[in-house]
């Protein structure tokens, strides 16, 4: 079960790139009977060709995500400055 009220995910600046993964399983990994809640989360790329990237509870690679609770709240991720990188990852298996 994914519970998700309240993200925020904005991409703001000329060129900028804002990404985020909630609850996701990719590139071989695996997430099993797993409560992932995100509450108040913001991703924001605010500044010229600035990139944020977000992950919250998931797995990739051969990463493995088994019977766990992963709650993230009030998370924040940004990228606010011209050629700016933000990379947030909360109870992600890699």
Sequence with gaps: M???PRLLNTAAGFLSNANQE??????????????VGATGVSN??????????????GAQGSGKLTNSTVLATAQVNTAGGFLSTADQSVGVAK
């Design 22 to 35: 909630v609850g996701f399983a990719k590139n071989d990994g695996k997430v099993q009977g797993t409560f």
């Design 2 to 4: 994914w519970h998700n």
């Design 44 to 57: 924001v790329a605010g500044g010229f060709l600035a990139s944020a990237h977000q992950q919250i509870g």
